[in-house]
């Protein structure tokens, strides 16, 4: 593996290389001093342009954790204020020693881009309503930690797909993986063509949810127009919300997932957002592991690693 761009062409062994490798980050996680040497020297560079919580925090985590250095770039104090374009942006960051980059941006492929323009590893870390393959992968490290296996299990994500990279990335990585995904929205909200992806659709949750092991609910983009797709927002909290009462009804054993940021009250219910079947905190700290695995992965891929610890 090269860069991690995309889930869209990661097989079966990859992904399952990946996860088998998480797991031993968690453990790594897990210990009293939870550091490990592999990436000493090296200095992993994260560039949001979009805004983000978990993930950029998460890279940056997962990258100490394996003893790399951290070089981090935020737009809103840069020259890109000066009219730097996003190649002399990643370009300079290369100069300055970054041997792994993280991109995050609004524009879809811009990744690809940077891939293009620089000789080191390239992450994506989001692209527009593109992909953000390592929240799939962090998803998919919670589902396998938690049921044992995704193959066979029933995954419903819900709310605003059309706008959504994580549900892009998602149903490339369950299904891959052996699960069948259901994708649960407004007609409105779900991509405009649908051939090509590997899941069925529907527009009634209610006629679904008990047969679901997982419920992913999805926050709507209204950065991206989400909210002009339906019209209101106490109908759509009613449809697609997971309320109290909607809850009560999944099947034992079902789980909740979201990726974050929650809209508490909008598709999940505060209390929803609170129970002990809800895995977000589990999806937020496995994260961590899934990142070192992937940073770890495209380190020694580049034979980076192997030239530190000589
Ligand atoms: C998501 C994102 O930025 O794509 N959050 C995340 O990375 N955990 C989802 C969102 O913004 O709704």
Redesign the pocket.
Known sequence: MKNLLTTEDLGRETLERLLDLSDEFVEVLDREIPKVPPLRGLTVATLFF??????RISFERAAKALSADVMSFSPGTSSLKKGESLKDTALTLRAMGADIMVV?HRAVGAPWRVAEWVDVPVVN??DGAHQ?PT?ALLDALTIRRHFGKLDGLEIGIVG?IRH???ARSDVYAFSTLGAKVTLIAPRTLLPRDLDGWPCTATGDLDDVIERLDVIYL??V?TERGGATAFPSWPEYVSRFGLSRERFARLADGAVVMH???MNRGVEIAPEVADSDRALVLD?VRL?VAARMAVLFTLATGRGLTREVTA
């Open positions: 979009e805004p983000s919580t978990r993930t995050r870390g989001g953000h929240q605003d959504s990279r994580v999805l926050r983009q990726p974050g940021p999806q994260g």
